[in-house]
């Protein structure tokens, strides 16, 4: 929703990105880590360069590390600068420079400046991003598995997830209007949900919902809020952080 997911070249959607901005000044439940998905910026760059296909050449997925690269850092620098014109003092912390991957998952991810930034007082923006594989040469790091590796290692009170939809249906929600919302995943409903929902559209190389619901309840235990929720739709986040009640999905243990 801070991209046009249409546009190619990849343009920040300006309106929304100020609101959410302004949305997250009622934050005041402590430190704040912002992780950016690709969205049009990085899925593009990526599918364009066969990250969406195992057997691409080598030399094919190297030549996408700096327009994807690029693109990444430019939404990530217009995130910092809204956020800035609204008071909240971020820094932006990006994968590609510290991160390795074995096989798309995370080998090594040092946490260390992303800690000592939080306890200064700054906000953290990072990043779904490409970085360099231990096997692949180089593969994309979702934005959701960073999410839920930062939540485990810096042990996460809240983790909120915000999408286009709803949070999770039991269909496409753009292709069939009769979808049904479902307010609680849990132990008991979560293998029900997860055949039912599909990749999101658009071009996402990372697997979209039922990947996103996967990784979160590896992470859900007792005292830890996890929840996904339709960021396009004004005030939901001001609500969900002031803990107000709104439409959204909570993934519980
Ligand atoms: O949209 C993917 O992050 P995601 C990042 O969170 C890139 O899966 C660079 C495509």
Redesign the pocket.
Known sequence: MITHKDSTPPKVNEANLSRIANELKVHTRGELII?????A???Q??HSHG?ADPTSPKELLVKGIPP?RH??SALASSVETSLSEEGIPAIVIPPFVSVTLRNGLIHDYPTNIIRKSLDNGLVVIT????CFDEENIVS???????AVYLAKELDAKTILIGTDVDGVLDDNPKTNPSAKHIPVINQENKDTILSKTGPSTNT????GMSKKVTELLEISRQNREIIIFNLTVPDRLKFLLQNKTTICTRIQS
Do not use: Q
Request: zero cysteines; aromatic letters at 4%; hydrophobic letters at 40%.
């Open positions: 992780i950016l998905g690709g969205g910026h990085g899925h760059a990526a990250f994807i693109n990444m990043h779904g991003d490409v994309i790091l979702s934005g959701d598995t960073i996402d190389v990372t697997g």
